[in-house]
């Protein structure tokens, strides 16, 4: 199966009063000088149209399903509905809205999953927001695993990636108070993220043998123990399992010395052991394209490493980038994907 013949992505329509609205119609009106990759716009149609004409784009918007929209997505930009409750005001979310923001995720999980559509990528959601209406979540990552599980039936352990065009990065623990992390972490924990995540890169990322740089805990990996336990007593031995099990993976090392250009040329991914740990550096060498990719899903997830950027949506100033490398990076994956199903 070649990319043209692969099924549109799922694109969500993410916070409609955030900048989602704008990268995705900026992308749209470049789709033939980026051979954008085809989706499927999951949202409000009104809201499309509202702010393309706010921003001063000529976009023809159309109702599509997953089969119609690649034989229209270079006329209009195709769109399944989820449609809003209220009215949308850039840059003023409202948790009147929440049903339509978290209808489009669980329509596009289901799509994906079913083949209709290659893989799943989402715009950003404000958590906040979605909390005041009833989200139970920490966050997307958390909600797609629970889609995921109740479709299979099967637990499953959402691993986060940041993936950028210098820096792979893995938080073991994700959306948890820094002060929670020590309990929160153990040897298992460190140990399935990271064969989920080698087993992901190899077989969705095509890498043959992934080498996994995993970070200590404490400054200086624990020094001895004189700056903490946790990293010869946890850490160390998931490594030592890891390695038993023939993963490429060595550390405990001191976070401080493993992000520089010379580190990160010895090791394909960073496993880390908190959140700031992991996103600090990715976004810092890559803020503008650097994706969110879940792993661990029986299904493509891709997304924006940013966030809502209320304060800009509906100026035209918000950058596509990060949205453009997230859809790449989903058809690239789902391309791989198919190839290897055959």
Known sequence: MTTTQLPPL???MGDPAGIGPDITLALWSARRSLSLPPFLFIGDAAVLRERAALLGLDVAVASATPETAGDFFFDALPVLASDCAAGVVPGAPDPRNAAAVTGAIETAVALTRAGRTSAVVTNPIAKAVLYDAGFSFPGHTEFLADLAAKATGQTMLPVMLLAGPKLRAVPVTIHIPLKDVPAALN????????????????????????????????????????????DDAIVRPAVERLKAAGIAA??????????????????????????DQALIPAKALGFDDSVNATLGLP????????????????????RPDSLLAALRLAQDLAAHAAKESR
């Open 10 to 12: 799922a694109l969500t």
């Open 187 to 230: 040897e298992d924990l460190i140990v399935e993220t990271a064969v989920i995540t080698e087993r992901d890169l190899r077989q969705r990322f095509g890498i043959a043998q992934p080498r996994l740089a995993i970070a200590g805990l404490n400054p200086h990996a624990g020094e001895g123990g004189a700056l903490g336990l946790e």
């Open 299 to 318: 299904f493509i997830r891709t997304s924006p490493d940013h966030g809502t950027a209320f304060a800009i949506a509906g100026k035209g100033i918000a």
């Open 250 to 275: 060595v550390g405990p090392l001191p976070a401080d010395t493993m992000f520089h250009d010379a580190a990160r040329a010895t090791y394909d991914v960073a496993l880390c052991m908190y959140h």
